[in-house]
T-cell receptor, first 113, second 114 residues
């Protein structure tokens, strides 16, 4: 059974700091790995999607990497801002017959001014 | 485009009552999903649909039914609500069947069953 783990569960940093959020998955047979952002009381917003054949994806100050062999993905946020404060979720899209995204429990990020 | 919308935003039910959650998308997406999000559990897939008239079970389908009579709408029904179904429910949609596309999420419905 695929399990997705995110460490740490919560992170507090000062504004301007570069930071890394971690995501690990137990089954390397994934189709892709996605990172989402969730603001309090809101739905999820897709940030980056990395296909299994890719090593990384970049969007603005965000860079996500994927290492299938070690079962790890990281989300790098450069020059963090208070507006980056949110919960960040990673989700593994499994290969196989059933349609399924397996989500981690998220990392709650607080960027202090 | 409104994207993915969910109705209602909040609801309180008594045990045994029934209700239907409505999800609507205006992006002409083929795939639609219902998830529930519980503290400490992450998001879990309840049911999904790969096109109009189709439905399939996800990870936690018991106690729920779904219907996709129109491409733009995906309904989630609770026939006899239980306190264990207290949760935040999210609907999502995706354009194609290649799994290369991301899912777009609605704002959620917060359901409390007393």
């Amino acid at each position: 059974k695929q399990e997705v783990t995110q460490i740490p569960a919560a992170l507090s940093v000062p504004e301007g700091e570069n930071l890394v959020l971690n995501c690990s998955f137990t089954d390397s047979a994934i189709y892709n790995l996605q990172w989402f952002r969730q603001d309090p009381g809101k739905g999820l917003t897709s940030l980056l999607l990395i296909q299994s054949s890719q090593r990384e994806q970049t969007s603005g100050r965000l860079n996500a990497s994927l290492d299938k062999s070690s079962g790890r993905s990281t989300l790098y946020i450069a020059a963090s801002q208070p507006g980056d404060s949110a919960t960040y979720l990673c989700a593994a899209n499994l290969r196989g017959g059933s349609e399924k995204l397996v989500f981690g429990k998220g990392t709650k990020l607080t960027v202090n001014p | 485009n409104a994207g993915v919308t969910q109705t209602p935003k909040f609801r309180v039910l008594k045990t045994g009552q029934s209700m239907t959650l409505l999800c609507a998308q205006d992006m002409n997406h083929e795939y639609m999903y219902w998830y529930r999000q519980d503290p400490g559990m992450g998001l879990r897939l309840i049911h999904y649909s790969v096109g109009e008239g189709t439905t399939a079970k996800g990870e936690v389908p018991d106690g729920y039914n779904v219907s996709r009579l129109k491409k733009q709408n995906f309904l989630l029904g609770l026939e006899s609500a239980a306190p264990s179904q207290t949760s935040v429910y999210f609907c999502a949609s995706r354009e194609s069947g290649t799994r290369a596309d991301t899912q777009y999420f609605g704002p959620g419905t917060r359901l409390t069953v007393l």
